[in-house]
């Protein structure tokens, strides 16, 4: 069974500093890894993904992420944090063999002015 | 533009009533998914279609019923044997293909009166 684990439930940042969102992950085949950011009251919207290759992605609004097979980890980085992207952020993994996608239980990213 | 429509936004339910939560999707993708989202668990699986006339149960099915009977549209009908359907749904597609991500809808949120 797939599963991944967003182990904060909120991170808070300065505006202007560094963010960092984990994300672990656990398949038994090669995963395939989604960050997406939800605004409230609003559907989910696709930041960016490891499929395979590189192991740095990079995404929508300035965001990243660090793809790491030895740790089982997917974290989202923004090297200078807005205000703006004060949201809640979901990390998703898919097996590659294996069609359902399994969500992480989100991180509230507050960024602080 | 091509994209996801849920509708209504909101929606109250009376104790013992079925509703429908209606999702149309214009971007010709094959796969359609219901999740449900519920404070500090993230997104779970309640049904998914990956084609026209074929649809499978997701990870919290009971109390629920889809139909796939066009490739752009996906309702979800909430029973009343489903004891607790207040939460945030949210409709997703995709191509089919495991290595894409989903486009979500904006979705609806549903309250038990």
């Known amino acids: 069974a797939q599963s991944v684990a967003q182990p904060e439930d909120q991170v808070n940042v300065a505006e202007g500093n560094p963010l960092t969102v984990k994300c672990t992950y656990s398949v038994s085949g090669n995963p395939y890894l989604f960050w997406y950011v939800q605004y409230p009251n609003r559907g989910l919207q696709f930041l960016l993904k490891?499929?395979?290759?590189?192991?740095l992605v990079k995404g929508s609004y300035g965001f990243e992420a660090e793809f790491n097979k030895s740790q089982t980890s997917f974290h989202l980085k923004k090297p200078s944090a807005l205000v703006s992207d004060s949201a809640l952020y979901f990390c998703?993994?898919?097996?590659?063999?294996?069609?359902?996608?399994?969500f992480g239980t989100g991180t509230k990213l507050q960024v602080i002015p | 533009d091509g994209g996801i429509t849920q509708s209504p936004k909101y929606l109250f339910r009376k104790e013992g009533q079925n509703v429908t939560l209606s999702c149309e999707q214009n971007?010709?993708?094959?796969?359609m998914y219901w999740y449900r989202q519920d404070p500090g668990q993230g997104l779970r699986l309640i049904y998914y279609s990956q084609i026209v006339n074929d649809f499978q149960k997701g990870d919290i099915a009971e109390g629920y019923s889809v139909s796939r009977e066009k490739k752009e549209s996906f309702p979800l009908t909430v029973t009343s044997a489903q004891k607790n359907p207040t939460a945030f749904y949210l409709c997703?597609?995709?191509?089919?293909?495991?290595?894409?991500?989903?486009?979500f809808g904006s979705g609806t949120r549903l309250t038990v009166v």
């Open positions: 997703a597609s995709n191509t089919g293909q495991t290595s894409y991500g989903y486009t």
């Open positions: 998703a993994v898919r097996d590659g063999g294996y069609q359902k996608v399994t």
């Open positions: 971007l010709n993708h094959d796969a």
């Open positions: 490891y499929i395979t290759g590189d192991n």
